[in-house]
C-alpha cells in the first residue's frame, strides 16, 4: 500500500498563487505517474494535471493551461502543483492520485489517492 498526504491548501483571492504539494510514502512502486483531480461541490472529480516518472510528459486540463505547472521531485517521492492566477470557478478539494500511466489517470483509474486539500479561491 501506498500513502498519499496533500498540504498546501487554504483560501486566497482571485488572482492569488497557491502551491501544493503531495508526498508519497510506502509501497509506490516504481516508475509511477501522478497527477492532481479536484472535485467542486455538486459535480464531478475531473483530473487537473498529470506527470509521468521522468517529467517527459504532462497533460493538463484546458481550463487551467498555461494558469497551473505540474511538477515532481522523485528524491522526495513529491509531486507538486503551482496554481497561479485562481478563479473562483477553481475552488475545490483537491485530491492527489498515484498511477501506472498518464493516460489511466486520465480515465480516473489511479491505484492510490490522497484524502484532499481544500482550495478556496474568493471573488
Known amino acids: 500500500q501506498a500513502q498519499l498526504v496533500e498540504s498546501g491548501g487554504g483560501l486566497v483571492q482571485a488572482g492569488g498563487s497557491l502551491r501544493l504539494s503531495c508526498a508519497a510514502s510506502g509501497r509506490t512502486g516504481v516508475n509511477y505517474t501522478m497527477a492532481w483531480f479536484r472535485q467542486a461541490p455538486g459535480k464531478e472529480r475531473e483530473i487537473v494535471a498529470a506527470v509521468n516518472w521522468s517529467a517527459s510528459a504532462r497533460y493538463y486540463a484546458d481550463s487551467v493551461k498555461g494558469r497551473f505547472t505540474i511538477s515532481r521531485d522523485n528524491a522526495k517521492s513529491t509531486v507538486y502543483l503551482q496554481m497561479d492566477s485562481l478563479k473562483p470557478e477553481d475552488t475545490a478539494v483537491y485530491h492527489c492520485?498515484?498511477?501506472?500511466?498518464?493516460?489511466?489517470?486520465?480515465?480516473?483509474?489511479?491505484?492510490?489517492w490522497g484524502q484532499g486539500t481544500q482550495v478556496t479561491v474568493s471573488s
Open positions: 492520485a498515484l498511477g501506472p500511466y498518464i493516460a489511466a489517470l486520465q480515465t480516473g483509474r489511479g491505484d492510490f
